[in-house]
């Protein structure tokens, strides 16, 4: 038995090795029993060979699509260049609605961040720099599927910008300045169609509408889906694509109702009533808060808008020893009350006891001004006026101003002169009403005065617009000739 062993065991070393050198070590199970067969060597190196997947067959590592997880790092656009980011600025920010439910509209002063594809809002600047956007004070706003546009019916401020996430939430963004509000505009916009493209969607829309649609774990092509569903995806995937497709054909019933629908829309755009034929039924009516003041002075046949008159008639019969008159504020729904008879072109009555609070005709009489589209003060004599307060002689300055005010349109300059001289009365009672010229020149300054574009700095801008305002109602007498009535 011994010598069977040993002759067994020499003939089992004389046999060649059945496995290939090039054979990785890690073959195991089936493999090697293929190893083991009676084929020769070439050919089952061969065999080998074609169960390696060639380059263009091994299939590509699965792209992530979780935007959170990319803004981790640096995110780049399709195109390979980094996608617009804004650091660091003040904007106000009001939320209207979340998921389709409407909120009351509240603005805040918020420091703005913009990233790859969220939009970050501090309370407090300090907060941008501790990266932690799930502070209670924090709102973060996702980009990726969303929708922004212009608006000027959410907001009585200008500048007005909304964005609309693809869960249904609505915010406004606004600032003062239209070159800021631009410019965080374009950048919010390009962020949004970079990271919607790089996120493999598109913005879903309502049948027949404009209103975008929310998208949903439901729908293809969002998310991760389960190996059921995996299954049943490519028929959906085949209808993406046809929609997506450039060469899309539609049929003849489809042409024919286009058609027909361009047709109507035709017919109804002829027979149309005009502009002038709506406002000469009372249909529509002319505005007067946001009105331009030429505009309003010519439809009105006068060079002092007569809102004003009644205002400023109102508060010398019986505010001129309130207490903080202009400083004040009055309710703000009776204001906009007061605002909405005035744009209905109602008869006013300010005698009448719903204004019987006379800081609620200062603050419609302020609205007015404040919503003028180019202020009392026109964008092109800020910076000629800025010049004017800088003289240090007190007489050149004063003839500086009062060439430039004489310069101005009849309307701008008779409103000037009214306004003017009734704050001067308001001086006269500074002992009871505690109204200084400094205090009136702050809450005017601004009311009546700002830049076409706010390219400096806005703090110093003010300081200007408030001493404007003071020297000219110092020096009131001289710059109008009040002394020769």
């Known amino acids: 038995m011994a010598g069977s062993r040993i002759t067994n065991l020499q003939t ?13 070590t890690a073959a195991q199970g089936p493999v090697q029993m293929r190893i083991k067969s009676s084929q020769s060597s070439g050919d089952r190196l061969s065999q080998s060979k074609s169960m390696v997947l060639q380059d263009s067959d091994v299939p590509q590592k699965p792209i992530s699509r979780h935007r959170r997880n990319q803004s981790q790092h640096n ?3 399709t195109g390979g260049e980094p996608l617009v980011q804004l650091k660091g600025e003040h904007l106000n920010v009001a939320k209207i609605s979340e ?40 709102v973060v706003l996702p980009l990726c599927g969303g929708v922004i546009e212009w608006t000027t019916e959410k907001s009585s401020r200008k500048n007005v910008f909304q964005i609309t996430t693809n869960t249904g939430s609505e915010y406004l ?116 808060f946001g009105c331009h003041l030429l505009t309003l002075c010519e439809r009105e046949g006068s060079t002092v808008p007569r809102f004003v008159q009644l205002c400023l008639e109102a508060i010398d019969k019986r505010g001129l020893e309130a207490d903080g008159i202009y400083r004040v504020s009055g309710n703000l729904a009776t204001i ?8 209905q072109e109602e008869d006013l009555n300010l005698d009448h006891s719903q204004w019987e609070d006379i800081h609620v005709v200062t603050g419609a009489l302020k609205m007015f001004f404040r919503e003028l589209p180019e202020p009392l003060f026109p964008f092109k004599s800020f910076q000629p006026f800025v010049e004017a307060i800088k003289i240090k002689e007190s007489k050149h300055k004063v003839q500086a101003v009062k060439k430039l005010i004489q310069e101005l349109p009849k309307p701008n300059r008779d409103t000037m002169k009214l306004l003017f001289s009734h704050l001067h009365r308001v001086l006269d009672f500074s002992r ?13 300054g601004p009311t009546l005065m700002w830049p076409e574009l706010d390219a400096g700095n806005m703090a110093v801008n003010m300081v200007y617009q408030n001493q404007i305002v003071e020297f000219i109602l110092i020096e009131s007498q001289q710059i109008f000739n009040l002394d020769k009535k």
């Open 75 to 77: 995110v780049f656009s």
């Open 12 to 24: 089992a070393t004389k046999q060649p090795l059945l496995i290939p050198p090039q054979r990785s």
């Open 173 to 288: 963004l606004q600032t003062d300045s239209y070159s800021t509000a631009s410019k965080w505009f374009d950048a919010i916009r390009k962020t949004i169609d970079s990271s919607t493209k790089a996120d493999g969607g598109f913005s879903l829309r309502r049948s027949n509408s404009t209103e975008y649609l929310p998208r949903h774990s439901s729908l293809p092509g969002y998310g991760s889906a389960s190996p059921n569903t995996k299954q049943r995806n490519p028929v959906h995937r085949r209808s993406i694509n046809m929609f997506s497709s450039s060469k899309l054909k539609h049929s003849t019933s489809d042409s024919a109702d286009k058609n027909g629908v361009k047709n109507r829309l035709k017919k109804f755009i002829i027979r149309r009533p005009s502009m002038k034929t709506l406002q000469e039924k009372g249909l529509i009516k002319d505005r007067v």
């Open 99 to 138: 998921g389709g439910k409407k909120q009351r509209k509240n603005w805040t002063l918020m420091w703005t961040v913009l990233t790859s594809d969220q939009l970050l809002f501090y309370k407090e600047r300090q907060q941008e720099t501790s990266q932690k956007p799930g502070n209670k004070t924090d």
């Open 336 to 343: 906009q009350k007061l605002r909405f008879i005035v744009d």
């Open 432 to 444: 009871k009403n505690l109204m200084s010229t400094q205090g009136i020149g702050i809450v005017f």
